[in-house]
């Protein structure tokens, strides 16, 4: 959830040495950092759900799963991002300690304020990452999932679940009702 830039511009260990010491969590895009702003109950309900439900089902799969205060690093000296959830079935992040290098799966709750970055810098970013198969981003304010998922061709292509549907991730090949992930929600009226 980016807020606003401090334009500040650093190299990435710069960064992750700088924000140790700040108050609030910063992503860093192309050098500079960008404050982030805090979600609503619904937004974290609903990160909350999908990333419990993952935890349970990829409970001793060796397969790791984060959310919120875990960043993404794009690259070495790429951005760090912080998604709502992130998978990482890759050995190489077992002991990850400051951030995830290797995610399949990524998970973004949209907000009004965050939406047309999570589909575009954001999802921009994410797709240098080379392990990364699946995209997800979820709609905090209605029934909504839309799943780019990465085909064998290496094509992202969109899939939409709605009201009723089950959704499956193919990256980590869970499948759940949409309403796992809307359990406790209340939308905004």
Not at 33 to 42: H, N, R
Not at 93 to 104: T, V, W
Request: proline fraction near 4%; hydrophobic fraction near 35%.
């Amino acid at each position: 959830m980016v807020a606003s830039s401090d334009r500040k511009y650093m190299t990435p260990q710069e960064y992750l040495e700088w924000e140790e010491r700040q108050d609030i969590k910063y992503e860093y895009v192309n050098g500079e950092v960008f404050a982030m702003t805090s979600g609503t109950i619904p937004h974290t309900t609903i990160a909350l759900n999908l990333a419990s439900a993952l935890k349970s089902y990829l409970r001793g799969s060796g397969c790791r799963v984060n959310m919120a205060d875990a960043k993404v690093g794009v690259s070495e000296n790429g951005s760090l991002q912080y998604p709502d959830v992130v998978v990482s079935c890759d050995e190489r992040d077992r002991q990850a300690i400051k951030f995830i290098q290797y995610p399949c799966l990524i998970v973004e709750v949209l907000s009004p304020s965050t939406e047309a970055y999570d589909r575009g810098g954001k999802f921009y970013q994410y797709r240098r990452i080379q392990t990364l198969k699946e995209y997800v981003l979820i709609d905090a304010e209605k029934i909504s999932v839309e799943c780019f998922r990465l085909n064998d061709k290496g094509i992202w292509e969109l899939h939409f679940y709605d009201q009723g549907d089950e959704v499956h991730l193919t990256s980590v090949d869970f499948h759940f009702p949409i309403s796992l992930v809307y359990e406790d929600v209340q939308f905004p009226r």
